[in-house]
């Protein structure tokens, strides 16, 4: 049966074997949430009206390029709020990036700082490596884990714990960013390791800090809550399209920002600009890779959410962009595989180490 959401108006098939025929059912719009109700009593036609209900009026409105300027600036000044990078994150990355220093130097730099070690160790640890227990020092993690793996756990040690804040305009509670952005993080390599395996760490460590953005503009969502939830209202918007309008930009640019102040490599804080829309990229390859990785973990939620009606990766195929999946060369058996590797990593990592 062909279904079309009264508020996002997008439509999806959902086989018919899967509908509770005889009942009236409700569950949530897999692309906008809106709740969608079927009276399947008596049995419908395609063209039922009541299926296809009419899109709510366009808004209009859009903030003026001097107000939106002038509050990103007010906003930027307000960045030294956020968490500084670690001097040690800083210094580490830095001598990784150094054609001319090797593992010892990076480790002598990371061994300078007791809590990023012990964060490290904590991680090398956690199962998601498979190395329970086993690795005792920096260095030992990075012979057993290969040098790479190394800038991948500096990110981890040093994001988590902001990561994990709750963020209240977004209605993200604690540790919801931190399992988005660790799904999203493992997608990326787990794509990158098909597209381009040189960029796995990159992949990785741009994944987990993608909607960095988040963290700053959150407070400011917050305060004008009212005009967010009215401009979503009928379901026809997403949350990055009300940032736009009433902010007059959105958090992918405004993450750019943040991994500027936070120092972290061009490479990673231009693709997490153009992590919604890669095609407008030219041609990044980390910018399509984070971009897919986050369709497809929110294609998992929106799975679970729907509760078994029409949830099927066919179902849900409209959620990723068909260019972004010719430019990555993945198919619709490879989103399900790639599914279900991150849920399965996700799960060794989320269980041991939570965020902090
Ligand atoms: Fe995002
Ligand atoms: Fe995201």
């Given at each position: 049966m062909k279904v079309s959401c009264a508020s996002c108006i997008k439509t999806f098939n959902i086989p018919d074997e899967k509908l509770p025929m005889g009942k009236k059912v409700s569950f949530p719009c897999p692309n906008c949430r809106e709740k969608i109700t079927l009276d399947l009593r008596i049995k419908p036609s395609d063209e039922d009206p009541d299926l296809i209900e009419k899109p709510a009026p366009a808004r209009s409105d859009p903030k003026t390029d001097i107000g939106s300027r002038a509050l990103k600036e007010k906003i930027l000044r307000k960045l030294g709020d956020l968490p500084a990078m670690p001097q040690v994150v800083l210094k580490a990355r830095q001598v990784m990036a150094d054609p001319n220093s090797g593992v010892r130097d990076v480790v002598k730099v990371i061994e300078t700082d007791q809590a990023i070690t012990t964060k490290i160790l904590k991680i090398a640890n956690s199962a998601f490596y498979g190395m329970s227990g086993k690795i005792s020092s920096i260095?030992?993690?990075s012979v057993i884990l290969g040098y790479n793996v190394i800038g991948e756990l500096i990110t981890l040690a040093s994001s988590s714990g902001l990561l994990d804040r709750v963020l209240k305009g977004y209605g993200l509670g604690a540790g919801d960013l931190w399992l988005h952005s660790m799904s999203v993080a493992i997608g990326s390599r787990l794509i990158a390791a098909r597209k381009n395996p040189a960029l796995e760490e990159t992949s990785f460590s741009a994944g987990l800090i993608h909607d960095a953005g988040k963290l700053v503009l959150d407070k400011y969502v917050l305060e004008r809550k009212e005009d967010f939830d009215e401009f979503m209202e009928h379901g026809r918007e997403t949350f990055m399209s009300a940032e736009q309008h009433i902010f007059g930009f959105n958090h992918a640019e405004f993450g750019f920002d943040v991994c500027k102040h936070w120092k972290i490599p061009d490479d990673i804080s231009v693709a997490i600009n153009h992590h919604h829309t890669p095609a407008k990229s030219s041609g990044i390859e980390l910018a399509y890779i984070i971009y897919a990785a986050d369709a497809i973990v929110?294609?998992?939620?929106?799975?679970?959410k729907m509760g078994g009606i029409g949830a099927s990766i066919e179902n849900l195929?409209?959620?990723?962009?068909?260019?972004?999946?010719?430019?990555?060369?993945?198919n619709e058996a490879d989103i399900g595989?790639?599914?279900g590797d991150i849920k399965e990593s996700v799960g060794k990592m989320a269980g041991e180490l939570g965020a902090g």
């Open positions: 260095h030992h993690a929110n294609m998992a939620g929106a799975m679970a195929m409209y959620m990723i962009d068909e260019r972004a999946m010719k430019f990555l060369g993945l595989t790639i599914m």
